[in-house]
């Protein structure tokens, strides 16, 4: 069973750039019918989109953030990272990494079935 | 982009009752691509509903989604003590994810 865990530090200052780190265990990065995505809440908020990267390295990523962010994958440790730069109070959320799955014969898609506990980064 | 609206903003109802939660989308949406979840305080959300209206693995049928084009909803038929979330409408499509604001669905 597929299991997800985000990494990385609590606390960024202003400016900085936070960077969290996704483990997969359980199964691999590499598995056909898989992306790799993250998501973050605000304190109180909603869920909003981040960006997801497959393990070939393509990337998509939510427009408002776009310039700011980066993503790799690490085939090797089975892991997918995040950095997003200059960061401001507003950058504060609980993130999580999250497994999209779909069919890679029809296309259909089966959501986000997995997902990570969440890490919470302040920028302070 | 595609702007996914959710209503009620929160819905009061007590254990045994349905709750009928609607996830409306600003233009049309193929039904493939829509799904459910739940989240519960302090916890990440649960994937309920895949493809408007398969339940993922483990969700008790008294969840059940339906809906077409830009109407969705998610109906569960009795409401366990359990069931009190928030719950989020998403959509995928091959270069984004947008999600709804949420509905609660708190004990009355």
């Known amino acids: 069973q597929v299991q997800l865990q985000e990494s990385g530090p609590g606390l960024v200052k202003p400016s900085q750039t936070l960077s969290l780190t996704c483990t997969v265990s359980g199964g691999s990065l590499t598995s056909g019918g898989s992306f790799w995505t993250w998501i973050r809440q605000h304190p109180g908020k909603g869920l909003e989109w981040i960006g997801y990267i497959y393990f070939s390295g393509d990337t998509y990523y939510n427009p408002s953030l776009k310039s700011r962010i980066t993503t790799s994958v690490d085939t090797s440790k089975n892991q997918f990272s995040l950095n997003l730069t200059s960061v401001t109070a507003a950058d504060t959320a609980v993130y999580y990494c999250a497994r999209e799955s779909y069919d890679t014969l029809t296309g259909s898609y089966y959501g986000m079935d997995v997902w990570g506990q969440g890490t919470t980064v302040t920028v302070s | 982009e595609i702007v996914l609206t959710q209503s009620p903003g929160t819905l009061s109802l007590s254990p045994g009752e349905r709750a009928t939660l609607s996830c409306r989308a600003s233009?049309?949406?193929?039904?493939?691509?829509l799904a459910w979840y739940q989240q519960k305080p302090g916890q990440a959300p649960r994937l309920l509903i895949y493809g408007t209206s398969s339940r993922a693995t483990g969700i008790p049928d008294r969840f059940s989604g339906s809906g077409s084009r830009t109407d969705f909803t998610l109906t569960i038929t009795r409401l366990e003590p359990e069931d009190f979330a928030v719950y989020f409408c998403q959509h995928y499509d091959s270069s984004r994810t947008t999600f709804g604001q949420g509905t609660k669905v708190e004990i009355k």
């Open positions: 233009q049309s949406v193929s039904t493939t691509y």
